[in-house]
């Protein structure tokens, strides 16, 4: 199956080093080797591959140089920045890699110019629209989630068997490998807890409690979930980012087949991890700087997702798994900031789709996932809320 970002990878390859991170088996590897039928690929992992990098042996004859896993190499970002400068392009080098790979985003002053960085996600049904139905797609997207392997067999039993390793390995040997984790089942315990608790704002100070650890102690924890894509967080939306980083997020899972509760749950996340994809795609390949949050005002009122692109908003996004009726907070906000931005409810089991006269939209979960870009928003959006709209105390 074709990756729907390797086109603007391959366009990156005659100028740039490429990055590619993402979760572990979303495929990265198998991406990196579609670029080009002549590569070389070194595994980090492997110690006659790590004695080839120290070296610098790879075959230059091929058109495209993978090195995987690469990060765990200490000092890796120098070391790439010399054989960059040194040897130039071609051959390409594209470097694939999960956890702290992405670093390189937030602390890439050694390889600043000479680097563009690509996020890939699981399948989602836009990237399989062309292969599997919609609505079929959603539906195994809920069950089984949107890693190739797992998504492609779409059989139950093979998901909860894959379940088990994929996670065995993430938490039995990535959290190892970083070294910040000694109590492992106190993560796994963690996991099982955020399982039930997607789509609601988390505690955590009632996390802690529940697993007898110190707060602090939680907040590692989640961040370094975070960091080796098992898990990511919105924050509440607000025009102030120093409040913003007081208040409770929500998590939600990268693996959307592991969501515990009622499908409603479950469709959310769903939801949620397409929006960040696409949120990713258009930070990576255009520069944008595309914020996705959720929103809660002082009087309560909740909307699921809220996407800024460059500071503006340009959509407000509610997820219902049977209600055809807009949601009172989302009707409620229209009323308060104006329909200038894209104002939809997204519903999975839905007899017809809707528009009211201001402006809010009922759609089908699965057509209009299908067809996500958030570069295309309503004419003249961009509401800006005002600021006494939110709750501003921390939770």
Known sequence: MDRSIREAVARDLATKIVLISGPRQCGK???????????????????????????????????????????????????????????????????????????????????????????????????????????????????????????????????????????????????????????????????????????????????????????????????????LYVVFSLSPYTRHVSRSLLKAKKYYFYDTGQVGGDPGARLENVIACALLKEAHRVEDQTGAKVGLHYLRTKDGREVDFVVTVDGVVTHLVEAKHKAPEPSPALRALVAQIGARASTIQLVKELDRERTYPDGIEVRRAAAWLSTLDLTKVAKDSGPQPPADLFVHHPH
Request: charged share 30%; proline share 5%.
């Open 29 to 227: 590897t198998t991406l990196a080797k579609m670029l080009s039928p002549s590569f070389d690929c070194l595994n980090y992992d492997f110690p006659e591959h790590r004695v080839a990098i120290r070296e610098r042996s790879w075959d230059r004859g091929k058109a495209l140089v993978i090195f995987d896993e690469l990060h765990k190499m200490k000092g890796w970002k120098a070391w790439l920045k010399g054989i960059y400068d040194v040897d130039g392009i071609p051959p390409a080098l594209v470097v694939t890699g999960s956890a702290r790979l992405d670093a390189a985003r937030k602390d890439g002053e050694s390889m600043a110019g000479r680097y563009f960085a690509h996020r890939l996600h699981p399948l989602d049904v836009k990237e399989v629209a062309s292969s599997v139905p919609a609505d079929d797609a959603l539906s195994r997207l809920m069950e089984v989630g949107g890693f190739p392997e797992p998504f492609l067999q779409n059989d139950r039993d093979f998901y909860a068997r894959w379940r088990r390793t994929h996670l065995d390995i993430i938490v039995r040997q990535d959290l190892v490998d970083l070294g910040a984790v000694r109590q492992i089942s106190g993560v796994e315990t963690l996991l099982v807890l955020l399982r039930d608790r997607v789509g609601s704002t988390v505690s955590h100070a009632n996390l802690a409690r529940d697993l007898g650890v110190d707060p602090k102690t939680v907040t590692l924890w989640l961040e370094i979930l975070e960091s």
